[in-house]
């Protein structure tokens, strides 16, 4: 119910599939692809949960963390497989509304978040876990712009037999495993003893998720005859969004029934 929020309020109906570049309809959903992708992987975990207890199998779950080296093979496992579908759908590309390019990694974290949470293994991710792949990650970052410059024009990094579209493949998972680790392991050390204001901003969060597109184009409209630095009135307009957004979301939250979604 709380991925289909977010794609009711934020999306309209729009064309089935489309190409970036192309002169086909632009779907009203597109941003909201990974909503679609939650619903669906949300309703095959329930009937895969179904089929598992009438079959009488036992839950999958990962009781600890694999050593660096395995993660570091299924990165690679991940980016290959990208790499592959890419070939076919590219990044940009959709079907169904959903961008296929990026499925073989959220299909995996999705997959693997589930089979960790039973063990409870997500909340005792260590910084010690995270640093390694930490590390990983803001080296991957830092070589995109690096990339970027020397073969900007030498190959399409959403796909296609080349270098680019491997090196982008390849940039995926190895950035996604430092992030996510990183903000297991942030929340495991500095956000169990939260304030009463970080407590009341994280309950209203996922509303302020549904709802900070309307809220930040409007502000933007507001601020089309503002003569000012485009940097300025980013960072202004930024700041106001986001606390409008917050503000909105606590207002809806009140209403009857709204909470048990959001």
Not at 14 to 37: C, D, M, Q, R, Y
Not at 172 to 197: E, K
Not at 241 to 246: D, I, P
Not at 249 to 262: D, E
Request: proline share 4%; charged share 10%.
């Amino acid at each position: 119910m709380r991925a289909g929020a977010v794609w009711v309020v934020q999306s309209d109906r729009g064309a089935i599939s489309k190409n970036e570049g192309s002169n086909a309809p632009i779907s009203a959903v597109t941003p909201l692809w990974f909503a679609i992708a939650l619903l669906i992987f949300a309703m095959c975990y329930a009937i895969w949960q179904t089929c598992r207890r009438r079959a009488g199998w036992s839950a999958v779950s990962v009781d600890a963390l694999p050593a660096m080296p395995a993660l570091a093979l299924i990165a690679l496992g991940l980016g290959l497989l990208s790499f592959i579908v890419r070939l076919v759908m590219r990044v940009g590309t959709e079907f169904l509304w959903l961008q296929l390019g990026y499925f073989s990694c959220y299909a995996f974290f999705y997959i693997a978040g589930c089979a960790a949470a039973r063990s409870g293994l997500l909340e005792r991710i260590t910084l010690r876990d995270a640093a390694g792949w930490l590390i990983v990650s803001i080296l991957a970052i830092s070589t995109l712009p690096l990339m970027l410059l020397i073969r900007g024009r030498l190959g399409g990094f959403e796909g296609g037999w080349n270098i680019n579209a491997f090196y982008y493949a390849i940039w995926d998972p190895a950035v996604a495993f430092g992030v996510i680790l990183g903000l297991l392991a942030a929340a495991q050390r500095w956000g169990r003893n939260s304030t009463q204001i970080v407590s009341r901003l994280g309950s209203t969060a996922f509303g302020a998720l549904i709802l900070h597109p309307p809220v930040l184009v409007a502000l933007s409209v507001l601020a089309m005859p503002w003569a000012a630095a485009p940097v300025l009135k980013f960072i202004v307009i930024s700041c106001a969004a986001c606390v409008a957004s917050f503000a909105l979301s606590a207002a809806i939250k009140s209403l009857p029934g709204v909470s048990k979604i959001i």
